[in-house]
């Protein structure tokens, strides 16, 4: 018979604990062997029971759940973390896996993927809930300026999309370089196609790579 | 001895070898400036490596950059080459290159490297190098000279040449730049003129040639085939060139011979006769490589140092009509003549009264003559003559030097030859340098002898370094022994000195002493023997010339001559015993006419005492050839015995004694006869010398001609250009006439040129209007000429002003009603005589009308002003009133008399005002740009209190100067009065107004702040409510739904149930799905747990996501600081606004949000390319796109910010937010402060 998981809830709010344990006990293969509304108890009952894993809600009053990641990596590197928690935003996610956590799971799926979670971080595995993972890898995933199809700009081109990098508006550069924004429109359209650049986002970050936007 | 010293004036008798075949190193030097790199590559591609010379390649580099000519050159041969940086030994089949800015020099196999000495030096390296390569290595040496612009090497290769080098020059047409060669051909010195590839084979070939020419130069006397050949070839220049070398030095000769020999390609004499019998040229080649005798200006410094130390002694006990007089035979090209007359003319020039100079310069080279007369010389001349003297006494003319005219006209230059021509008498110096070496001693001597004779006392003597006087002791004294400079010593006169009778030339008397002939043979040993004997037992004799003096005396027969008194001489007549005298010139005299023996009959004479029988046979000499005309005279005698005298035949006799009597009386008259003709001889011989002084005299004459011819080519020059001048001044006075021509054609004025007769002379075309005239009237009289004009008097006017000489002027009508202006002036010439009138009549008709205007204008003005509606007043800048118009006086009632100046009006309309108005009124007349609108209060005649606008124009000028002043008023009395009403009722409304302004302005700032504070609360309770929702509704149904996943494991086994909890765990999830987006949208939570470039990040994803339109968030941030909390709120809601609307509307497929911090700005642009809209559109369709926009608006203007939408259909829109960031210091929590204390 081989040994069951031993896993630690820590969550502010005990019907959520409650819950969870219901559904973790269930299990043949894992047990909750503890509970916790607060960080500072958490790395008490870590370092006293070394559970193999502890399943954290990342909003908490006092030490958050992040902080705490960070303090149980360092106390007891094995211990995995599984990060419960109703935060969709992928950035959540980004901060408590950089703190050391090896899995990411939502509230809104645990009732389906909660026990799945929990084996995948056992096996030696990482869990994201797939709504995050895929925002965490739409982040990477950003349009590249077009240099390498770049022709070269002409003068007033060069101009006039520093201008719109720089925040101006057409009438602004219209005025600026005395010319009619409808001037303006094609030299950026004509601009654009050169470069293969064709959001505004884009040719920031053409004109960020130029270093055309100083400080101010 | 300074040629060791110096080592540069090695002679040819000092060249360091003797024998003929030359030993040591065969060095080139090659000399080439422009193009020259590509002409040596030519040379040393044609230049086998085994050749066995050494080259020395000069070129003109430039003094400051590097060069790698060498490396250049070695690309095309096997040889090294090697730019020369040390002093280095030459070595056979390596090539040297100068380095730049250095010279290079070479003295017995050792390069040495010199640094040059200025500007001068540096132009002529080639020549400097020529010179000591042929000092140093003589025939050894041999220069070629390529391509290059300028004379460098001109000067080098003529002591290449003097010294038995080879020279060689790249064919012209072939090279880039021909200056070069072509000066160097010029010299008429250039063995070979070849392409450069064919200058290698040459060389080989000459030196080659070389060591296969056998010439026994110190073997004396010359094998008898060699000695032929020689004489031979001597026969052949004298006949072809009127030269005879015979009396030169034999190794000098046929060192040269030896070259020619080198140069054709032939290696003995025998051979070498026969290419000069062939080609005529090869006798002219010969006789310049003969005669070639090279001199610089200043050769040999030290010679000529000593010789100026001296100078002074020339010009002692001169005055200015005397002459100094220095002679230079064997001048070549006139640069020792010139170097002694600079020399001379600078002592001279210090001089108070200096002796004129004149300096005989000769040669017997022509064309080296003609040379020296042209006084040109290469610019490389600069080497040798100092800067100073080159300034003084040349002139630059086409890169050459032309020796000044006051050194050229010192010098005469004439052919002449020294040993045959009649000699230049008393001379105070004689320069011969480097003649004498030439010729064999007894020459040598003969020609100082000659010197000696012409020199005056004390005169100087200036020889070659290598010569002396030394072969006639005593006539000279040495002053300088080093510098070879001499003076004569006061010695007998030698009757001997007879000069020009030796026979250089082919001459009729062209006999010889020729007796060393025979004795130099060796193989006639015995008939020198027999010579002996003959002498020693031979009978008393002497040969003679056909002039009958002796040249051969043999032993004993001096005792039949007898010293005569009076001058030595050589005549056997006059030195014969007087007894023999007669018969002798008999015999001598018969001899020589018939050619053969005569004899004498015995004749008793006493000699020493004793009575002797003597008898003279003559014999005339036919062999050998060149002692015909000489004749041998025997004497033979016995005592006298009396014997002879009793001959039988000749018994005495009366008969006898008649005949010796006869005999007797003919002799008396042969005396007589001989005495007559001795006398007609001496005065022959006076005659003669009277005629060379004549030929001297006529000699210098044809130099003064030719001088004189120069003198008249320059003034033909003068008249050239004088002619051309006057040409110019012809084109010139034919312009001016044009001109003139030109301005009477086009002038308006008509003007008439009347002569002294009251004819007319000329006329411009615009008198044609006035009078009737023709060209062909000129001449006519003015009176016949009618005119259309009112003017009577003219003829009267102009005989009065021609009377007078004053001038006169009429205004006169003419009949079409033009008025002229008529003008009679005296035409005065240039030299101030009166030679008519001229009449101008100018057209004023204009001006006249213009006046007429001009008073109408007056009047009109003076009425604007009178009948003008308002009151004017005009008065001058002294006070004077000069008019008020009559409106002034309706309202002032004051009349033009009452205030006839501006200080009596002033004193009673203003009272106490008039101050200030005198004062303007100052101010205006001060500065006549100001104009002034015054506002007074006047009081009128009737007491009443009047206000006036008045306003005065800057001052204007009268005609008699002064200025004046228009003043014009309006009385605004009434208008006033109003306009003071209507203050007061503004006044108070405005007060009104702006109190109630005040009370709406602290309203709206009150509402604008609960406004700010309802935003915030709003902010703070969705922040609150979405906390609620998360943190309790959210975790509940999370909770729930836990649960019911364990409901649903615990109902495995019942299927009903099992559906009702799937059903319970849909609706819990579709609950926590509405609970998350409702707490979403009340507030991200990430806004404040990770601020705005976060959460923006994140709802720009999930909106993308949510709507399936691509979108970008991009921020720039430049100082990393985070906005205060407020303005975040806003920036966020703004976007999230924009976004909305872009999904409810724009129909879009990208969009892109920026976020910009700046420090003092936040900017967001949210643009997208859906259909867009036109923003000036009436609000018509979506509304609620509208409501959107409106909503932004309040939010952002409510923390001072602005918003602009750019749109346009089907463009697309792009809304920009800024948002002013006070101080820019401020981090989120200070402003929060800030925002909560409000």
Redesign the interface.
């Given at each position: 018979m081989e040994r069951k998981l031993r896993i630690l809830l820590v969550d502010d709010?005990a019907?959520?604990r409650?819950?969870?344990s219901?559904?973790i006990n269930?299990q043949h293969d894992m047990e909750v062997i503890g509970q916790t509304s607060d960080g500072k108890t958490a790395i008490e009952q870590v370092q006293s029971c070394k559970p193999d894993i502890v399943i954290m809600d990342i909003?908490m009053p006092g030490m958050n759940g992040i902080q705490l990641t960070t303090r149980i990596h360092e106390m007891c590197p094995n211990t995995l973390v599984l990060a419960l928690t109703?935060?969709?935003?992928?950035?959540?996610a980004q901060q408590i896996i950089q703190a050391g956590a090896q899995g990411y799971l939502l509230?809104?799926a645990?009732?389906?993927d909660?026990i799945v979670a929990i084996h995948t971080l056992a096996q030696g595995g990482v869990y994201l809930d797939s709504a995050v993972a895929s925002?965490l890898l739409?982040?990477g995933s950003?349009?590249t300026s077009g240099a390498a199809t770049e022709q070269a700009l002409s003068e007033r081109e060069t101009e006039v999309i520093r201008m719109i990098a720089l925040?101006y508006?057409?009438?602004e550069i219209a005025a600026e370089l005395n010319l009619s924004i409808k001037t303006i429109?094609t030299y950026k359209a004509r601009a654009q196609e050169k470069l293969q650049l064709?959001?505004?986002?884009?040719l920031?970050?053409y004109a960020?790579e130029r270093g055309w936007?100083?400080?101010? | 001895m300074n040629s060791e010293s110096t080592s540069q004036e090695l002679l040819p008798e000092h060249a360091p070898n003797d024998t003929f075949a030359p030993s040591g190193i065969n060095v080139v030097g090659i000399g080439a400036s422009a193009g020259g790199i590509r002409a040596l590559q030519g040379f040393f591609a044609h230049a086998p490596a085994d050749c066995g010379m050494a080259f020395v390649v000069i070129l003109h580099l430039s003094p400051s950059a590097e060069s790698n000519v060498a490396e250049i050159l070695q690309q095309t041969t096997a040889m090294p080459v090697t730019q020369v940086t040390e002093a280095t030994r030459v070595e056979p089949n390596h090539v040297y290159v100068i380095p730049p800015n250095k010279l290079l020099s070479i003295q017995d196999g050792t390069i040495y490297l010199q640094a040059p000495a200025g500007e001068q030096v540096r132009r002529a390296p080639i020549d400097l190098f020529f010179r000591s390569l042929a000092d140093s290595h003589g025939r050894n040496a041999a220069a070629v000279v390529l391509s290059g612009s300028g004379a460098d090497g001109t000067v080098g290769v003529q002591r290449i040449k003097e010294n038995g080098g080879a020279v060689l020059a790249q064919d012209p047409h072939e090279a880039e730049f021909d200056a070069m060669p072509r000066n160097v051909i010029a010299t008429g010195l250039v063995d070979y003129i070849l392409p450069v590839a064919d200058i290698p084979a040459a060389l080989i070939e000459y030196w080659r040639t070389a060591e296969a020419v056998q010439l026994p130069i110190d073997t004396v006397p010359l094998p008898a085939s060699d000695d032929d050949a020689l004489r031979t070839i001597f026969t052949v220049l004298r006949s072809r060139t009127g030269h005879d070398f015979s009396q030169y030095k034999r190794p000098t000769l046929l060192r040269r011979i030896g070259r020619r020999m080198q140069v054709n390609n032939v290696t003995n004499l025998a051979a070498y006769l026969q290419v000069l019998r062939s080609r005529p040229e090869e006798v002219q080649a010969l006789l310049r490589d003969l005669l070639i005798s090279v001199t610089n200006f200043f050769r040999d410094a030290d010679a000529w140092l000593s010789l100026t130390a001296v100078i002074p002694n020339l010009f002692a006990s001169k005055d200015a009509g005397d002459q100094v007089r220095v002679w230079v035979p064997a001048c070549a090209t006139g640069e020792e003549a010139y170097t002694v007359a600079m020399l001379l003319y600078e002592h001279a020039s210090t001089l108070d009264s200096a002796p004129t100079i004149q300096v005989f310069a000769t040669d017997i080279d022509e064309d080296a003559i003609n040379t020296a007369r042209q006084g040109m010389y290469p610019e490389t001349i600069v080497a040798d003559v100092s800067a100073e003297r080159l300034q003084r006494f040349f002139m630059p003319e086409q890169g050459r030097y032309r020796i000044k005219k006051e050194i050229r006209d010192l010098v005469l230059f004439a052919p002449h030859n020294l040993v045959r021509d009649p000699p230049f008498s008393r001379l105070d110096l004689i320069t011969c340098r480097n003649l004498l070496i030439y010729l064999n001693r007894g020459v040598q001597a003969q020609v100082l002898q000659l010197f000696h004779f012409m020199l005056l006392p004390n005169g100087y003597l200036l020889l070659g370094a290598s010569e002396s006087a030394d072969s006639v002791a005593g006539l000279f004294t040495p002053i300088d022994k080093g510098a070879r400079l001499f003076q004569r010593r006061t010695a007998p006169m030698s009757s001997l000195v007879t000069m020009p009778t030796l026979p250089l030339v082919k001459s009729a008397r062209a006999v010889a002493p020729r007796q060393h002939h025979g004795a130099e043979d060796p193989a006639q040993a015995f008939a020198d023997l027999d010579l002996h004997v003959l002498a020693r037992y031979g009978p008393p004799r002497v040969i003679v010339n056909e002039n009958d003096d002796i040249v051969h005396l043999a032993k004993g027969v001096g005792r039949f001559l007898t010293l005569a008194d009076g001058e030595l001489t050589h005549n056997l007549i006059k030195m014969v015993h007087p007894d023999l005298r007669l018969e002798l010139r008999t015999a001598l005299f018969t001899a020589l006419q018939r050619q053969e023996s005569t004899e004498t009959r015995w004749q008793r004479v006493e000699i020493d005492g004793t009575p002797r029988l003597v008898h003279i046979r003559v014999q005339p000499i036919q062999e050998p050839e060149w002692a015909s005309g000489s004749m041998l005279v025997l004497f033979d005698d016995m005592a006298d015995t009396g014997d002879v005298l009793r001959d039988p035949t000749a018994h005495t006799e009366p008969m006898l004694q008649q005949l010796q009597e006869e005999l007797l009386r003919t002799k008396e008259q042969l005396r007589t006869t001989t005495d007559q003709y001795e006398t007609a001889v001496e005065e022959y011989k006076a005659a003669n010398e009277e005629l060379q002084a004549i030929n001297e005299e006529l000699r210098a004459t044809t130099e003064e001609l030719e001088t004189s011819k120069e003198e008249l080519q320059s003034a033909n020059e003068e008249l050239i250009t004088v002619n051309q001048e006057l040409k110019h001044k012809v084109e010139e006075v034919s312009q001016s006439n044009n001109d003139l021509q030109n301005l009477m054609a086009s002038t308006q004025i008509a003007t008439i040129f009347i002569d002294r007769e009251l004819r007319i002379r000329r006329y411009t075309p615009s008198t044609e209007a006035i009078f009737n005239l023709i060209p062909t009237d000129i001449n006519r009289p003015l009176a016949h000429i009618t005119h259309k004009t009112d003017y009577a008097h003219m003829s009267d006017d102009v005989a009065g002003v021609l009377r007078t000489l004053s001038r006169t002027e009429r205004e006169i009508q003419s009949q079409d009603g033009h008025s002229y202006l008529a003008r009679l002036l005296p035409y005065r010439t240039a030299n101030d005589s009166i030679e008519g009138v001229v009449l101008t009549f100018v057209d004023i008709t204009e001006r006249k009308q213009a006046e007429e205007v001009v008073r109408e204008s007056e009047e009109q003005f003076r009425r604007a002003i009178e009948d003008a509606p308002i009151p004017i007043i005009m008065h001058a800048e002294d006070g004077q009133v000069l008019q008020i118009s009559k409106s002034w006086t309706e309202l002032t009632g004051y009349r033009q008399e009452d205030i006839p100046t501006f200080e009596a009006w002033l004193n009673q309309a203003y009272g106490l005002g008039a101050d200030e108005v005198r004062q303007r009124m100052h101010s205006l007349f001060k500065n006549p740009t100001y104009t002034e609108d015054m506002e007074f209060d006047i009081v009128t005649r009737t007491g009443k209190h009047r206000t006036w606008l008045f306003h005065a124009s800057s001052p204007g000028m009268l005609r008699d100067g002064r200025r004046f002043v228009v003043g014009m008023a309006l009385d605004i009395t009434e208008r006033k009065r109003a306009e003071e009403a209507v203050q007061r009722a503004r006044d108070e409304l405005n007060a009104r107004v702006q109190e109630r302004t005040a009370e709406l302005r602290q309203a709206n700032t009150q509402l604008q702040e609960l406004v700010r504070k309802l935003v915030t609360a709003q902010e703070d309770e969705r922040r609150r409510i979405a906390r609620e929702l998360?943190?309790q509704l959210?975790?509940?149904i999370?909770?729930?739904?836990?649960?019911?996943?364990?409901l649903e494991?615990?109902a495995q086994s019942d299927t009903a149930l099992q559906a009702r909890v799937e059903q319970a765990?849909q609706i819990a999830?579709m609950l926590?799905?509405d609970v998350?987006q409702l707490a979403?949208e009340l507030r991200?939570?990430?806004l404040d747990?990770?601020g705005l470039h976060?959460a923006l990040?994140?709802h720009v994803?999930?909106w993308s996501?949510r709507h399936g339109i691509a979108a970008?968030?991009?921020i720039?941030d430049?100082?990393q600081r985070a906005l205060p909390a407020e303005i975040e709120s806003v920036l966020y809601r703004v976007v999230q606004e924009a976004l909305t609307n872009v999904a409810k509307h724009a129909d879009a497929q990208?969009?892109?949000?920026?976020l910009?911090q700046?420090?003092?700005e936040a900017?967001v642009?949210v643009?997208d390319?859906g259909k867009g809209f036109d923003p000036g559109a009436p609000l018509v369709g979506s509304t609620s796109h509208r409501l959107g926009l409106s909503g932004m608006r309040e939010r952002v203007e409510l923390v001072g910010g602005s918003v602009?939408v750019?749109s346009e259909p089907g463009?697309g829109t792009?809304i920009?937010v800024r948002i002013p960031l006070s101080g820019g210091e401020e981090g989120r929590h200070g402003t929060q402060t800030e925002n909560s204390a409000r």
């Open positions: 709010h019907i959520v409650e819950g969870v219901a559904l269930g909003s109703r935060h969709t935003d992928s950035t959540y509230k809104q645990a009732a389906k909660l925002r739409n982040n950003r349009q925040g508006s057409n009438k429109d064709y959001t505004r986002a884009a920031v970050r960020l936007l100083g400080n101010d | 998360h943190d959210g975790q509940q999370s909770a729930l739904q836990l649960n019911l996943a364990a494991i615990a765990q999830a926590d799905h998350d979403y991200p939570s990430g747990d990770f976060v990040q994140q994803e999930t996501q970008e968030v991009q720039v430049n100082h990208h969009v892109s949000v920026i910009e700046r420090s003092n900017r642009i643009e390319d602009t750019e463009r792009t920009y």
